[in-house]
């Protein structure tokens, strides 16, 4: 079955914390996409990693791809109030003829002042 | 302004009604995309739309039905809605490469429908 999960699906921190959220995936990808999503608006790209061994790092974020372990990290530094969000992990996976993404539960990340 | 926009915003309607979502990209992508988000659920993929032809359906219920008149615009005619069908609708685009037809996806803001 093909599944992308993400763990934890809910997480309330302090600011200044650091914290990792999970992406695992169930077969073969080398493309991984992380997204984050505002409370009633869409859905922003974050970070494309296209390879095994990936690391892109965008101010506090930084994500990671170990396409052997099927896992990506998503990994947030002194975390600040404006990180809150939902965030998303999505992996192409090869089905039905075709590529398309195969999008994780999402994790609701609130970060307390 | 995301490149990628919608319209409406909301959207009330009952359950006898016929309705439309817009979806249209200014991007110059070949592939375009409707997902429903519901709460506590993770993104369906509705349809998938490559050079303007579908190339997914994903088993979706015939009261949703979808056009796509070029590479710019998408449309999805709503009939006969359930309130389960409550939920944020969201176009996407892409520009497919290297024979994939999945790369990095563009998204409008959605559409909030309440079917009542």
């Known amino acids: 079955e093909l599944k992308v999960e993400q763990n934890p699906l809910f997480l309330s921190m302090q600011e200044g914390k650091n914290y990792t959220i999970y992406c695992n995936y169930s077969?073969?990808?080398?493309?991984l996409y992380w997204y984050r999503q505002d409370p009633g608006k869409s859905l922003e790209s974050l970070f494309v990693?296209?390879?095994n061994g990936a690391v892109k790092q965008e101010g506090r974020l930084m994500a990671s791809l170990d396409t052997k372990a099927r896992l990506s990290t998503l990994h947030i530094t002194a975390a600040v109030h404006d990180l809150s969000a939902t965030y998303f992990c999505?992996?192409?996976?090869?089905?039905?003829?075709?590529?398309?993404?195969?999008w994780g539960a999402g994790t609701k990340l609130i970060i307390k002042p | 302004e995301t490149g990628v926009t919608q319209t409406p915003r909301h959207l009330v309607m009952g359950m006898t009604n016929k309705k439309s979502l817009k979806c249209e990209q200014h991007?110059?992508?070949?592939?375009m995309y409707w997902y429903k988000q519901s709460a506590k659920k993770p993104l369906e993929l509705m349809f998938v739309y490559s050079l303007e032809e579908r190339v997914e359906n994903n088993s979706v219920p015939s009261r949703f039905s979808p056009e796509c008149p070029n590479s710019s615009h998408l449309f999805l005619h709503l009939h006969t809605l359930q309130p389960e069908d409550s939920a944020l609708y969201l176009c996407a685009s892409s520009q497919p490469g290297g024979g994939r037809t999945n790369t990095e996806a563009f998204f409008g803001q959605g559409t909030r429908l309440t079917v009542v």
């Open positions: 077969t073969t990808s080398d493309r």
């Open positions: 990693l296209l390879s």
């Open positions: 991007l110059g992508h070949n592939a």
């Open positions: 999505a992996v192409d996976m090869w089905m039905d003829s075709n590529y398309q993404l195969i």
